[in-house]
Protein backbone atom coordinates (compact mmCIF):
# COMPACT_ATOMS: atom_id res chain seq x y z
CA UNK A 1 0.00 0.00 0.00
CA UNK A 2 3.03 2.68 0.98
CA UNK A 3 4.61 1.99 -2.15
CA UNK A 4 1.59 2.44 -4.30
CA UNK A 5 1.11 5.71 -2.32
CA UNK A 6 4.49 6.57 -3.08
CA UNK A 7 4.23 5.84 -6.69
CA UNK A 8 1.27 8.56 -6.88
CA UNK A 9 2.73 11.17 -4.73
CA UNK A 10 5.86 11.00 -7.17
CA UNK A 11 3.78 11.22 -10.11
CA UNK A 12 1.50 13.84 -8.67
CA UNK A 13 4.92 16.13 -7.60
CA UNK A 14 6.00 15.96 -11.26
CA UNK A 15 3.18 17.59 -12.73
CA UNK A 16 2.41 19.66 -10.38
CA UNK A 17 6.55 20.53 -11.30
CA UNK A 18 5.41 20.66 -15.11
CA UNK A 19 2.02 22.73 -14.09
CA UNK A 20 3.93 25.71 -11.91
CA UNK A 21 6.64 26.19 -14.93
CA UNK A 22 4.21 26.38 -17.45
CA UNK A 23 2.33 29.10 -16.00
CA UNK A 24 3.06 32.86 -17.32
CA UNK A 25 5.53 34.84 -15.35
CA UNK A 26 6.06 38.17 -15.38
CA UNK A 27 9.81 37.17 -16.38
CA UNK A 28 8.04 34.98 -18.81
CA UNK A 29 8.99 31.58 -17.93
CA UNK A 30 8.26 28.34 -19.80
CA UNK A 31 5.07 29.58 -20.65
CA UNK A 32 6.15 32.21 -22.61
CA UNK A 33 5.01 32.19 -26.30
CA UNK A 34 2.80 33.77 -29.05
CA UNK A 35 -0.88 34.08 -28.96
CA UNK A 36 -1.65 31.02 -30.52
CA UNK A 37 -2.53 27.95 -28.84
CA UNK A 38 -5.63 25.85 -28.43
CA UNK A 39 -6.92 28.16 -25.58
CA UNK A 40 -6.72 32.26 -24.93
CA UNK A 41 -4.36 33.58 -22.59
CA UNK A 42 -7.02 34.01 -19.66
CA UNK A 43 -8.63 30.52 -20.14
CA UNK A 44 -5.23 28.82 -19.77
CA UNK A 45 -3.96 31.00 -16.68
CA UNK A 46 -7.16 29.60 -15.38
CA UNK A 47 -6.75 25.86 -16.51
CA UNK A 48 -2.89 25.75 -15.16
CA UNK A 49 -4.39 27.95 -11.49
CA UNK A 50 -7.32 25.13 -11.00
CA UNK A 51 -4.57 22.20 -12.36
CA UNK A 52 -1.61 23.76 -9.98
CA UNK A 53 -4.53 23.90 -6.72
CA UNK A 54 -6.44 20.45 -7.31
CA UNK A 55 -2.29 19.04 -7.88
CA UNK A 56 -1.53 20.77 -4.55
CA UNK A 57 -4.64 19.14 -2.38
CA UNK A 58 -3.71 16.04 -4.02
CA UNK A 59 0.10 16.47 -3.00
CA UNK A 60 -1.00 17.34 0.59
CA UNK A 61 -3.41 14.27 1.00
CA UNK A 62 -0.76 11.63 -0.18
CA UNK A 63 2.11 13.73 2.16
CA UNK A 64 -0.46 13.17 4.93
CA UNK A 65 -1.25 9.75 4.02
CA UNK A 66 2.24 8.75 3.89
CA UNK A 67 2.70 9.83 7.09
CA UNK A 68 0.43 8.05 9.02
CA UNK A 69 1.36 4.92 7.14
CA UNK A 70 4.57 5.37 8.22
CA UNK A 71 3.57 5.72 12.19
CA UNK A 72 0.94 3.30 12.12
CA UNK A 73 2.69 0.60 13.69
CA UNK A 74 5.55 2.23 15.62
CA UNK A 75 5.34 1.68 19.54
CA UNK A 76 6.14 5.06 21.62
CA UNK A 77 9.32 4.08 23.12
CA UNK A 78 10.82 6.27 26.05
CA UNK A 79 14.99 6.39 26.84
CA UNK A 80 14.43 5.55 29.93
CA UNK A 81 12.52 2.52 30.04
CA UNK A 82 15.57 0.62 28.48
CA UNK A 83 17.89 1.00 30.82
CA UNK A 84 19.67 -1.83 31.91
CA UNK A 85 19.27 -3.37 35.11
CA UNK A 86 15.73 -1.74 35.38
CA UNK A 87 13.05 -4.61 36.80
CA UNK A 88 9.57 -4.77 35.27
CA UNK A 89 8.25 -2.77 38.45
CA UNK A 90 10.27 0.01 37.60
CA UNK A 91 12.73 0.34 40.52
CA UNK A 92 16.20 0.11 39.38
CA UNK A 93 18.35 -2.70 40.71
CA UNK A 94 22.06 -1.76 41.54
CA UNK A 95 24.16 -2.86 38.40
CA UNK A 96 27.98 -4.04 39.34
CA UNK A 97 30.48 -2.25 37.39
CA UNK A 98 31.88 -5.24 35.13
CA UNK A 99 35.08 -3.51 34.52
CA UNK A 100 34.72 -3.67 30.65
CA UNK A 101 34.44 0.51 29.59
CA UNK A 102 37.15 2.45 28.20
CA UNK A 103 37.31 4.34 31.24
CA UNK A 104 38.25 1.52 33.41
CA UNK A 105 40.40 0.18 30.88
CA UNK A 106 42.71 2.98 30.47
CA UNK A 107 42.29 3.67 34.65
CA UNK A 108 43.45 0.23 35.06
CA UNK A 109 46.33 1.16 32.42
CA UNK A 110 47.29 3.70 34.21
CA UNK A 111 47.84 2.31 37.45
CA UNK A 112 50.22 -0.51 35.80
CA UNK A 113 52.29 2.39 34.34
CA UNK A 114 52.61 4.73 37.30
CA UNK A 115 55.69 4.27 39.50
CA UNK A 116 55.11 3.60 43.12
CA UNK A 117 54.96 6.82 45.40
CA UNK A 118 57.04 7.15 48.30
CA UNK A 119 55.49 6.35 51.61
CA UNK A 120 56.46 9.49 53.44
CA UNK A 121 59.14 12.29 52.61
CA UNK A 122 62.94 11.35 53.72
CA UNK A 123 64.90 14.02 54.81
CA UNK A 124 68.15 14.64 52.83
CA UNK A 125 70.82 12.56 54.63
CA UNK A 126 74.21 13.99 56.01
CA UNK A 127 77.90 12.16 55.44
Do not use: C
Not at 9 to 17: A, D, E, G
Not at 50 to 61: D, E, K, N, Y
Request: net charge positive; charged share 10%.
Amino acid sequence: MQTVLIVIHLMIVTVLIGAVLLQKSEGGGLGMGGGAGFMSSRGTANLLTRTTALLAVGFFITSLALTWLAGYDRKPTSILGNMPGQTQSGGATPVAPTGGGVLDQLKKADEQQAPAAPAAPQAPQSQ
